[in-house]
Every structure is written in C-alpha cells, then in structure tokens.
C-alpha cells in the first residue's frame, strides 16, 4: 500500500518512499525528496511543509497499542 496524501492548499503530493524519506510533487510539476523533519535531501523543490512530510514519513497505530 503506497501511503500518498495531497496537501489541500498547495496541491502538493506527498509520497512515502520504500527507503522512508518523501517525494513532494508540486503542481507546476517540480519535485524533490525530504526527510521525514521536512530536510530537503535532493531535487528542484528545496521547500515544503514539514508537518506533511512528518505526517506521511511517521509511523502511526491504526489503533492503539494492547495493555
């Protein structure tokens, strides 16, 4: 399952790579790769929201953890 979620103002797609960093797609067709903080590592796009990159590079319970 790709995690993959679009920012609702920028239009930006942020997409979870297999090696745990983000691939952020801008609609002007500019892309780049950041960590999960939102550090820039590679690409034309040097800037992004780092919450997004948190939120889809971050592990998250579907349900919390059993006592």
């Not at 920012?7 to 930006?12: D, G, K, L, V």
């Not at 999960?36 to 953890?65: I, K, N």
């Amino acid at each position: 399952m790709v995690k993959e979620f679009v920012h609702p103002r920028t239009r930006q797609r942020f997409t979870l790579r297999d090696d745990g960093q983000v691939e952020v797609l801008d609609p002007s067709g500019a892309s780049g790769v950041f960590t999960r903080d939102g550090t820039w590592v590679s690409g034309e796009l040097r800037h992004t929201d780092a919450v997004m990159c948190d939120f889809v590079g971050g592990t998250y319970l579907s349900q919390p953890p059993a006592p």
